[in-house]
Every structure is written in structure tokens, then in C-alpha cells.
């Protein structure tokens, strides 16, 4: 695919990544808002967020399909508008049950708008400023993480939770029209009428489901020995080997052979190992805040802001070195940043001085820049060009996937270190802040596992060869 001006399509494409990984988290910072006043415990507004984070995994498999089906094209702009009449109907919620219903629309949308960013920005740029373009990309795409939270807490202390919502509005019409303009070289694009694999899907689907909806929920409420929590356990796994069984039928929902290439295997594992300690870490940095330690929502939002700004500094400065050879080291510095960033957020407490906050904020923001852009160069490299859309949608199911079972996993922590504090005899929001505190030293611990698959990165940016490495 050529475009007439590649500047303009990696705008577009950031503009609507952005708008989806705003989305993401936007709405975390609101959570304590929207809690009160639907006057619902936490685990049933942590819904809210896992719901979207659900349905965009059972939604992302598709994406592959129905980009051979119906063209990059209008795959992009339909996903766009699906987006932006859900976030009208989030802001319209009149009730927790119909706000998690509109969160699930938006998802639809939201599924397939990252991975086919991400697939155009591969097949419009040549493979040696490929670093530097998805450097550039990724701001679109880590808005969520960096402003969301920020965005979200003035926008609420100001406007109320709903205009969280409200601003995908016309920044969707924005983008449609953008998209008009400067990927319309996308309708060349040939298509084909390839079979789905229903029986895939649905299993694919199952499992994910199974693995959300009963395990870990099961392993917190049950306990790990139960026969409820066994029970579903021995179902979801069957239910993904029936999967994997069924992807060695001709025309597959996704070709899982991928998984034989051993550079894309690294990637993934550190993209799985990132999204669940990044996502179950950050959901309760608000809950910190806000609660013992007393700061506002504006003030929250403040305090996450530095966070938001290094990395719109820094993320098109990881991409370049990248592709000048550097991938490894950046990325091992970036896990250790990271790991970090939870240790300085885990000795948050009543007293501590602001410019400690900010600190471990500016921290996060490099760990985050550092480690996003050279992986994601390492997998697009390690793949041919005909498995792009496949790599693509694992990575951002991956990285949706590992987020929500991070959240669900963080919860049930969190639950059982809240009773262990309140059995001590701790008042309950004293044992609330030692739990909230407890997890992120755990999310540091977890984040250091990546540094396995780390190590074996290369170093850098290489041509494609004919015979790939393969594990085995």
C-alpha cells in the first residue's frame, strides 16, 4: 500500500488510537465518583473498566477477518463510528447496569481500532523508520495510561463523570473526517470472502470468558483447593486446547503458527507480563489518593499530569533509538523503571511530600517509553509481512487480556490483604491505604519477571530474513 503523505496517515491513526487508549482509563480516576453515587461496592463498579477491557478482547480476534473481508478502510472507520455512538450512550447512563451496557458498545468499536493502527502504520512505513513511526504512533496509543487519568479528574471535579464520555464525541467526527481524507488509498486494498471459523471463535470466545468471568473470581471468593474454582479451571482449559485444536483447520481464525517464531514469542511474553502489572498496578493508584491520603479529584489528576508529559517527550526518542540499534538495553532499562515506579508508589503515606508523588510519576513515564516502542519494532520485525494483521491483534489481546486478568488478580489481592489489615484490628480506611500500598510492592515484583524474555531481545533492527528463527 503507498500513501500520498505518510505524515498525515500516522496522524490519523494516533488521533483515533488516542481517543480508544484514553477511554481505556480515562474513566479510573472517576471510579470513586461513580461509586458513590450509584452507591455500589468496588468490585461491582471495577465492571466499569472490565467490562470494556472483556468485550474488546472477544472483539479483537476479528480484527483480522474482517480486514480481509472488508478492507483496512472501512474496518478503521466503521470501528470509529461503533466508538463514538457508545460514548454518547456512556455519558447518557442513568444507571450503573446501562453505563456498563454502553461500555460494552464502545468496546466493539474499540476492539479492532489499535490492531489495524497498528497493521496500516506496518505496511505504510519501510521497515527502517519503522522504529521511529510506531515511537511516534505510541503517544497516540499510551494517551490512555498518561492523560486519561488526568483528563479524567478535571473533566469530572468540573464537568462531572459524564463529560469523560462526552469529549469522544467530536473528537470521533474529527477523526472520520481525517480518515476520509488521508486513508482513502486504503480502498485499493484487495479483499477476499474467507470462511470464519465459527467453531474457533467461539471457543476462543469461551475461553476468554471462563478466564474473566469464573477463575479468578472463583480462586478469590473459593480459594484455589475448591471444587468451584478447580471445576472451572479444568473447563477453561479444556475450552482453549479445544481451540488450539480447532486452529489446525484450514482457513483458521487466527494462524497461530506465529507462535513458532521465537522473537515474536519474547514480545508477547514481555506485552503479557507489561499489561497485567501496568493495569492491576494503576487501577487503585486513584483509590490511593483519594482515599486515606485525602487528595481531590483535580488534585489527583495533577499529580498524575508529569507522568502524562514525559512520555509525550520521550516516546518518539525511544522509537529512534530503536531503530539505531538499541532495543534490548532500552527495553530492560524501561522494566526496571518501571519496577521501580510501584516500589516509590508503595511508600506513599500520609505526609509524604509532593515532589516524592511527581518523582515516581516521572519515573513510570520513562520505564513506560522505554520499554513500548522497541518492543513493538522487535515483533513487527521478527514477522512477515503476511502475518502483520496476526501479530498485531494478539499483541493488543494480549495486552487487553493480561490488563483485565491484571485488574481481577489485583482484586483479589486487595481483598484478602484488606482482611488481613482489618483482622489486625486497623480501622478500615487505615486498612484500606496499607493493602493499596501492599499491591503496588507485588506489581513491582511481577513487572521484574519480564526481564526473562527481555534479555534474549535483539539488539537491533534487522532485515527480514528469509528463514526465520523458530523455537525448536
Not at 482484586?411 to 480506611?429: I, K, M, N
Request: charged share 10%.
Amino acid at each position: 500500500m503507498q500513501a500520498s503523505n505518510r505524515t498525515m496517515v500516522l496522524v490519523t491513526l494516533m488521533i483515533g488510537t488516542s481517543m480508544a487508549a484514553i477511554d481505556s482509563s480515562i474513566v479510573n480516576v472517576s471510579l470513586p465518583v461513580i461509586q458513590k453515587q450509584f452507591d455500589v461496592l468496588l468490585d461491582a463498579v471495577a465492571l466499569v473498566v472490565t467490562a470494556y477491557m472483556i468485550t474488546y478482547s472477544l472483539f479483537i480476534p476479528l480484527t483480522s477477518w474482517l480486514k480481509n473481508r472488508i478492507g483496512y478502510y472501512w474496518l478503521y472507520m466503521g470501528s470509529i463510528c461503533i466508538f463514538t455512538i457508545g460514548s454518547l450512550l456512556c455519558s447518557l447512563s442513568t444507571s450503573l447496569t446501562f453505563l456498563i451496557l454502553a461500555r460494552v458498545l464502545q468496546a466493539v468499536g474499540g476492539g479492532a481500532i489499535a490492531p489495524t493502527s497498528l497493521a496500516i502504520l506496518s505496511d505504510s512505513f519501510p521497515k527502517e523508520e519503522r522504529g521511529s513511526a510506531i515511537g511516534w504512533w505510541g503517544i497516540g496509543n499510551v494517551m490512555g495510561p498518561a492523560l486519561g487519568p488526568t483528563l479524567g479528574g478535571v473533566l469530572t471535579q468540573y464537568l462531572g463523570w459524564e463529560s469523560i464520555f462526552y469529549v469522544n464525541v467530536p473528537i470521533g467526527i474529527i477523526t472520520l473526517s481525517m480518515a476520509r481524507k488521508n486513508l482513502s488509498f486504503l480502498k485499493t486494498y484487495p479483499t477476499t470472502r474467507p470462511r470464519f471459523d465459527t467453531t474457533g471463535y467461539l471457543l476462543l470466545a469461551g475461553f476468554i470468558l471462563l478466564l474473566q468471568a469464573t477463575i479468578i473470581p472463583f480462586a478469590s471468593r473459593f480459594g484455589v483447593l475448591s471444587w468451584q474454582f478447580l471445576g472451572s479451571l479444568a473447563i477453561t482449559v479444556t475450552a482453549f486446547l479445544l481451540y488450539l485444536r480447532s486452529a489446525k483447520r484450514p482457513d483458521p481464525l487466527m494462524d497461530l503458527s506465529i507462535f513458532r517464531i521465537a522473537g515474536f514469542n519474547r514480545c508477547f511474553t514481555i506485552v503479557g507480563i507489561r499489561s497485567l502489572a501496568l493495569f492491576g498496578g494503576m487501577f487503585f493508584l486513584p483509590f490511593l489518593l483519594q482515599g486515606y491520603l485525602g487528595y481531590t479529584e483535580m488534585e489527583s489528576a495533577l499529580l498524575l499530569l508529569p507522568n502524562a508529559l514525559i512520555m509525550l517527550v520521550t516516546r518518539p526518542v525511544s522509537g529512534r533509538l530503536a531503530d539505531r540499534g538499541l532495543i534490548r538495553n532500552i527495553s530492560i532499562m524501561g522494566i526496571l523503571l518501571l519496577s521501580l515506579s510501584f516500589v516509590f508508589f508503595s511508600r506513599i503515606d500520609q505526609g509524604t511530600a509532593v515532589a516524592f508523588i511527581i518523582t515516581a510519576m516521572i519515573i513510570r513515564g520513562l520505564g513506560i517509553s522505554f520499554l513500548i516502542a522497541p518492543v513493538s519494532t522487535a515483533m513487527l520485525n521478527a514477522v512477515t509481512a503476511e502475518q502483520t494483521p496476526t501479530a498485531t491483534s494478539l499483541n493488543t489481546l494480549m495486552l487487553q487480556l493480561g490488563g483485565s486478568i491484571g485488574i481481577a488478580i489485583s482484586s483479589a489481592l486487595h481483598t484478602h490483604l484488606l482482611a488481613h489489615y482489618l483482622e489486625r484490628g486497623l480501622a478500615t480506611r487505615l486498612a484500606e491505604h496499607f493493602s493499596l500500598m501492599d499491591g503496588f510492592l507485588v506489581t513491582a515484583g511481577i513487572i521484574l519477571l519480564a526481564l526473562v524474555p527481555a534479555f534474549r531481545l535483539p539488539q537491533r533492527t534487522r532485515k527480514r530474513l528469509k528463514s526465520k528463527e523458530v523455537l525448536g
